[in-house]
């Protein structure tokens, strides 16, 4: 799974993920190493384009993040690459930049969900500084041996402060109830495959 920080104006208008040049690059990275782009889900932390294309606000942030954690719980990723900054910040729950964060695995949970958060730089970003290209195919390279040894479900870090659980919410303080293992057995497989035809009937949209 990747999730970046928002849909840019053309992504926005469509509805699709990285449907411009940074797609391009996105579709021959993951070519570089034998992955197609209906194999990845991709998402993002704020669901539509900030106005003039600014910086996510905390408000947006915090009325965006129960559906990017109900994408995650139903997908249940045994990788979530974090592009860029806010993403990278916001799922790794550190101030670090992603120039320092970048490369470096580390173990995440959300729920009842364990997962690898493994940050890159955006390739948007990265196809203005050739530096940071180089680097982003560096880090991809990595990506296989990362999905070879990450578990899907392992067992719940220990320690975890009961608000970094980051259970949805239908409002604010207002906890949905939550699913039992057949309904959550139920949406991940729906979510499962090539184009996770049951959650997105027409091919992979991630933003919403």
Same mark, same amino acid.
């Given at each position: 799974m990747f999730v970046g920080e928002a849909p840019g104006y053309h992504e926005d208008k469509q509805g699709r993920p990285f449907v411009g040049a940074a797609g391009k690059l996105l579709d021959e990275?993951? @070519?570089? *190493? #034998?992955?197609?782009?209906?194999? !990845?889900? *991709?998402? #993002? !932390?704020?669901? +539509?384009?900030?106005?003039? #294309?600014?910086? $996510?606000? @905390?408000?947006? *942030?915090?009325?965006?993040?129960?559906?990017? !954690?109900t994408q995650i719980e139903i997908i249940r990723p045994r990788v979530i690459c974090s592009l860029g900054n806010f993403a990278t910040k916001f799922l790794s729950e550190s101030p670090m930049g992603i120039s320092r964060a970048h490369g470096h695995p580390q173990r995440r949970q959300i729920g009842d969900h364990v997962y690898t958060l493994y940050p890159m730089y955006h390739p948007a970003a990265a196809l203005y500084t050739p530096s940071m290209l /180089?680097?982003?195919? &560096? =880090?991809?390279?990595?990506? $296989?041996?990362?999905? %070879?040894?990450?578990?899907?479900? &392992?067992? $719940?870090? $220990?320690?975890?402060? %009961?608000?970094? =659980?980051?259970?949805?919410?239908? +409002?604010?303080?207002?906890s949905q109830s939550p699913l039992s293992d057949a309904e959550h057995d139920s949406r991940r497989d729906s979510a499962a495959g090539g184009a996770f035809e049951q959650l997105v009937p /027409?091919?992979?949209?991630?933003?919403f």
């Open positions: 990275l993951l @070519a570089s *190493i #034998n992955l197609r782009r209906d194999q !990845v889900y *991709i998402a #993002n !932390v704020l669901k +539509s384009r900030p106005p003039n #294309n600014r910086d $996510p606000q @905390a408000d947006e *942030i915090e009325a965006c993040t129960p559906y990017l !954690v /180089d680097t982003l195919r &560096a =880090d991809f390279q990595r990506l $296989p041996r990362l999905l %070879e040894h990450s578990q899907a479900d &392992a067992a $719940p870090l $220990p320690g975890r402060r %009961e608000e970094q =659980d980051c259970a949805p919410t239908t +409002s604010r303080g207002e /027409d091919g992979q949209l991630g933003l």
